[in-house]
């Protein structure tokens, strides 16, 4: 299964409301996760199911979707969410990653 | 406290073999998954494969199968990750990391493979 993100990059400014779009090259339920990656670090888990917070994670951060198309939002970017994101399918083996998106400072 | 702690950085030649390891703590190690992760310099995080300690059943992407193989020792709850004959292409940052609920909840601090003659 092919995961597509979209934008590859984007830049946003402290308290914009970013959207990140993951799409399915077929369906997988509920099995799609979100991470953060900063540089030099381990990626980081936000979202699994598509929508459940993991623990200790701020709830600026939300996910979305259904069936092929997911979103990941952050409500108001703080200086700490400027990072690299993923999206990732657990639905059937090989496990995938999309190819990231970049939150870079405006 | 759940904990996986990868071994140290490495450099090799190529041709080399090399066995890269990732031991758990604070949880029973027979019982999750343990995948493994390559992010090559600057790129993104690519799935390599999959085991599950307690039978060993192992799957890989077919992007890595033939080219490593991934195992485990549970008497000493540590997870393997093995090379036969290092390329350069093989030059990244490897990480092991434990799935709950299909997501990785719990990783590794990363292994750096450097291949370089």
């Known amino acids: 299964i092919q995961m597509t993100q979209s934008p590859s990059s984007l830049s946003a400014s402290v308290g914009d409301r970013v959207t990140i779009t993951c799409r399915a090259s077929q369906g997988i339920s509920r099995w799609l996760a979100w991470y953060q990656q900063k540089p030099g670090k381990a990626p980081k888990l936000l979202i699994y199911s598509i929508s459940s917070l993991q623990t200790g994670v701020p709830s600026r951060f939300s996910g979305s979707g259904s069936g092929t198309d997911f979103t990941l939002t952050v409500s108001s970017l703080q200086p700490e969410d400027f990072a690299t994101y993923y999206c990732?399918?657990?639905?059937?083996?090989?496990?995938?990653f999309g190819q990231g998106t970049k939150v870079e400072i405006k | 406290e759940v904990q996986l702690v990868q071994s140290g950085a490495e450099v090799n030649k190529p041709g080399d073999t090399l066995k890269i390891s990732c031991q758990s703590s604070g949880y029973n190690f027979t019982n999750y998954w343990i995948g493994w992760v390559r992010q090559m310099p600057g790129k993104g995080l690519e799935w390599m494969g999959i085991i599950y300690p307690d039978d060993s059943e192992t799957r890989y992407s077919p992007s890595f199968q033939g080219q490593v193989t991934i195992s485990v020792d549970k008497s000493i709850s540590t997870a393997y990750l093995r090379w036969n004959s290092l390329k350069p292409s093989d030059t990244a940052m490897y990480y092991c990391a434990r799935p709950g609920n299909g997501a990785f909840d719990y990783w590794g601090q990363g292994t750096l493979v450097t291949v370089s003659s």
């Open positions: 990732q399918q657990a639905n059937s083996f090989p496990w995938t």
